[in-house]
C-alpha cells in the first residue's frame, strides 16, 4: 500500500454490481478509499454532494444517465473537471472523450488498473510516491 492511495478516494461508477464489488475490493486492497455507484445519476450526486475524489473509475454505458453524461457535467463544473477520469469500456470508445481521459477496455487487468490509479493520484507537484 501506498501513502498516496491511503489518502485517495476513488469513485467507481459502474452498472454491473459484480464489476463494482471487484474493482471496490482490489483498489480498497491497496488502501484507496472507495465510494460506489450503480449509475451516471448516483456518481454525479456522489460528486455534487462531498468534496470531490481523487479519481473516477466510470462506465459509459449506464442507466439513468450515462457515463458520457456524467463526463459532460464534470467539464461544466469547475470544480470537477479537473478530476482524472478513467473511462471502463468493452468498446473502442476513445472518441469524444475529454483530453486526458485515460480507458482500459473490459476485462480489466488487475495490475494495470492499479498502476493506472496510482499515476492519477500522483501529488499534485509531481512527487512519485513509493508505492
Avoid: Y
Wanted: hydrophobic share 50%; aromatic share 2%; glycine share 6%.
Amino acid at each position: 500500500m501506498s501513502d498516496q492511495s491511503a489518502a485517495c478516494r476513488v469513485l467507481v461508477a459502474d452498472d454491473d454490481e459484480a464489476e463494482r464489488t471487484v474493482l471496490a475490493d482490489v483498489l480498497r486492497q491497496e488502501g484507496f478509499d472507495v465510494v460506489l455507484a450503480k449509475d451516471g445519476l448516483e456518481a454525479l450526486m456522489a460528486l455534487e454532494d462531498s468534496a470531490p475524489p481523487g479519481l473516477v473509475l466510470l462506465d459509459l454505458m449506464m442507466p439513468r444517465m450515462s457515463g458520457w453524461q456524467v463526463l459532460q457535467a464534470m467539464e461544466r463544473t469547475a470544480r470537477l473537471a479537473d478530476i482524472p477520469v478513467i473511462v471502463l469500456t468493452a468498446f473502442d470508445a476513445g472518441v469524444g472523450l475529454p483530453a486526458g481521459c485515460r480507458i482500459l477496455h473490459k476485462p480489466l487487468e488487475r495490475e494495470v488498473l492499479l498502476a493506472e490509479a496510482r499515476a492519477l493520484t500522483r501529488p499534485r507537484d509531481g512527487r512519485v510516491l513509493a508505492t
